[in-house]
Structures are given as C-alpha cells and as structure tokens.
C-alpha cells in the first residue's frame, strides 16, 4: 500500500514538472506568433505615410522642373520672334508693284514706307504684248537708294529695249539708266498689255539685303532667272522720286 502511495506521488510530481516546462513555451509562442493580415500598428503606418509624402514630394518637383523647362522654352521661343521681327520691321516697309495710269499707260512702283532710306534696289520687271509674236521685254533696274517715305516710280515712257534676247538660266542682271545716245536701241513700240513685276532687292539699314518676291520676304539677293525668249530692256531716264502718303508702322506689310 505504502509503494502504491509512493508510486502515485512520484508520477503526480513528474507531471507537474511537465506542465511547468511546457506552459512557458506556449507563452513564448504566443508573443512571438505572426501577426494577422490586415492589422497593422502604428509603426507601419507611419512608414506607408512617409513613404507616400516623399513621393508626392518627387511628383510636386518633377511637375514643377517641367513646367519651369517649358515656360523657358516659350520664352525663349519669343524673344527669338520678337527679335526676328525687329530685324525685319525695315524691310516689310518695302513694297513694289505696277499699275496703269488713266491714259492707260503704264507704271512701276518701288516704295519705302521707312524712316530710314534704302539703298541697292534692283527691280525686275517684264513687259508682255499683245501680238502676233507674242513679244516680251524683260527689264532689270538698278538704282542707289530710296529716301525715308519715298517711291521710286518708272513710267512706260522711258522703258527701252534691244533686239537681242536674254540669255537662258542666267540670274538678271540689274543696271542703271542708258547713259548718252545709244542707236541700237528702241522704243517700246506700243502699251504693253500687262506689265509683271518679279520682285525687288535692297539693302536696310543693317546692311542686311533683302528680296521681296511673289513668295514674299526673304534674306538675299532676287531670285528671278530669264526666261531666254525675252527682248532685252532698259530704262534710259532716271525714275521720279516722290513722297508717299502712308510711312512708319502704319504701312507694315
């Protein structure tokens, strides 16, 4: 009996040393356990927020350097055409057509619409005529200088030509009134039946030389090309000089 009390406290004490070996191991698996999707703390929280305001903070900086980079382009894009206008305030002032008098004659303007004078005109012009041979009388004219609001006019009266034909793919040639008695030159024998004017070359006052053409205004010098089945021409007077009525930035074109 006694052996059988013994045994009995000897197995009851054996199991109590079990459950006290094991009960801190459950504890310990407990705080170490893996959290639950879902939940989080504070300090996660905290990392997502930081994270999410440095980002907009890069978003912010990078919208700003591409509006910054833009606004300097469209800047910079405008001052070149502020700039390219002003070099060409001079030059659109310079204008050159022709037009028909009442008696039905006809006449050549070149005219400066500036505050400051020209210099270098060289215009071409062709006459065509109404005939059996279909005539044409191509005549480049040079000149020195325009005055500030002032044209250039060539009346059909002083236009001359030769019986020889201008030379094929050649650029024209500009040059001055006939000087002195020339025999080998002719009148126009009647009023063309209109009158074409190519365009017109100058020089500003920056130096720079201009064309105007049918194509409008460009840098360098006229581009027209003889045709090669036109009669040579000329003028043998000097064109008039006369004022104009619209000049300065009123008469821009």
Known sequence: MRRSQEEQR???????????????????????????????????????ITIAVGLAGLLLTGIGTFYGAWVARDQLEQSREDAETKRRAHATRV??????????????????????????????????????????????????????????????????HWDRRTVPGREVSFFGPLQGRLTDVRKLAATPERVVVHGVQFTDRNGVLWSREEEGLRRGPLGFVAHGFALQGAVEENPKVQPVELCGADAAG
Request: charged share 30%.
């Open 10 to 48: 000897v197995r009851l004490r054996a199991a109590r040393q079990r459950v006290r070996r094991v009960r801190p191991r459950e504890r310990d698996e407990g705080e170490h356990a893996p959290r639950r999707p879902g939940r989080w703390d504070l300090a996660t929280w905290g990392t997502v």
């Open 95 to 160: 204008s050159t057509w022709a037009d028909r008098k009442p008696d039905g004659t006809w006449r050549v303007h070149v005219a400066n619409r500036s505050p400051d004078p020209v210099t270098g005109i060289g215009v071409s012009f062709e006459a065509f005529f109404d005939d059996p041979d279909n005539r044409q009388v191509s005549i480049p004219v040079a000149w020195p200088s325009i005055p500030p609001c002032a044209e250039l006019v060539i009346e059909q009266e002083t236009l001359r």
